[in-house]
């Protein structure tokens, strides 16, 4: 067995290290789940027919009313003046309005309570399944979503389906 010298070993090991660190810092997917499309943003979502694609919706604090004691011990640090709950399990979405073979589905539902405000903003992710035989072009698909306590709000996500 030869051994390589250590010069090459270092080289071998270095080009190592760097591949990973890119690899690393390589940039995610919109609408990916790391990094969903942003609805008051990005504009429509674009996915393939057969894909799945992930869109953010920001709730404002005033439509839940949700405060620190409805979430109870479930606030996390987050920033020296934000606090940040997992909210999922108080959620709902209903009422589906698609075209056939579509799926839409609460992905997760974070609050943020920022110091010195007594209801939290809510960040909304939801997941939106195109069917395969999906026709192209913008398809806007809809639904209700609702807390425990039955507050409702409208959603509407358009996607554009191409190829």
């Keep these: 067995m030869r051994i390589l010298p250590r010069s090459i070993r270092g080289a071998a090991l270095a080009a ?3 591949a990973v660190l890119l690899a690393a810092c390589a940039p995610t997917t919109t609408g990916s789940r790391e990094a969903p499309f942003r609805a008051d943003r990005d504009g ?3 996915a393939r027919p057969g894909d799945a694609v992930y869109v953010r919706l920001d709730v404002p604090r005033e439509v839940f009313g949700l405060t620190q004691a409805d979430l109870g011990g479930r606030w996390q640090p987050w920033t020296p003046t934000l606090a940040r709950a997992v909210a999922t399990y108080r959620f709902t979405l209903r ?16 609050a943020y309570l920022s110091q010195g405000r007594r ?3 809510i960040e909304v992710i939801v ?4 069917p395969s035989d999906a026709r192209l072009g913008g398809q806007r698909v ?6 425990q306590g039955g507050t409702s709000m409208p959603i509407e996500i358009v996607v554009q389906v191409g190829r």
């Excluded at 056939?100 to 974070?110: E, P």
């Excluded at 997941?127 to 195109?130: A, E, G, P």
């Excluded at 809809?142 to 807390?147: F, N, Q, S, Y």
């Design 127 to 130: 997941r939106v399944q195109v």
């Design 16 to 18: 190592l290290v760097a």
């Design 142 to 147: 809809r639904a209700v979503l609702v807390d």
């Design 119 to 121: 209801t939290a903003a």
């Design 95 to 110: 009422d589906l309005v698609a075209p056939d073979g579509w799926d839409l589905t609460l992905d997760r539902a974070v």
């Design 44 to 46: 429509p979502a674009v």
